[in-house]
């Protein structure tokens, strides 16, 4: 059987339009790095919450000093609750990565998220 590109093509899914959950594990982990860290200028996990809608969903550390590294990561329980949701793609978190003005984190989802998916 001759597989024909064309078929192939119709097959492949846009990174950017695939959902959040789409992420890699790794993906995920290297956001919440630059994100979880608090922002002096508030740039950080809870003004994504915000902006996406979601900022009384995700509870904020008990204790905001704390660096445990075995506490979880707030953004990726802020990926896991938005993710549920139709417009939570790839081009939608850049878009609001752009929107609070966190250039290093746009920079690191446009480097580790897939290219495409077969779907």
Known sequence: MVVRPIQ?????KPGLDLSVRDLSAH??????????RRDPEGRDWTALASAVGLADV???AEDDDD???DSLS??????????????AT?????????KIGRPDAVEL??????????V
């Open 67 to 69: 660096d445990d590294a």
């Open 74 to 87: 707030r953004l990726d329980a802020l990926l896991d609750a938005w993710s549920t949701e139709a417009d």
């Open 27 to 36: 993906a995920r982990y290297q956001l919440a790095e630059v994100l979880d």
């Open 90 to 98: 790839v081009i939608d978190l850049h878009a609001q990565l752009v």
């Open 8 to 12: 192939v093509f119709s097959h492949l």
């Open 58 to 60: 995700v509870p904020p």
């Open 109 to 118: 989802l446009l480097s580790l998220a897939p290219l495409f998916k077969y």
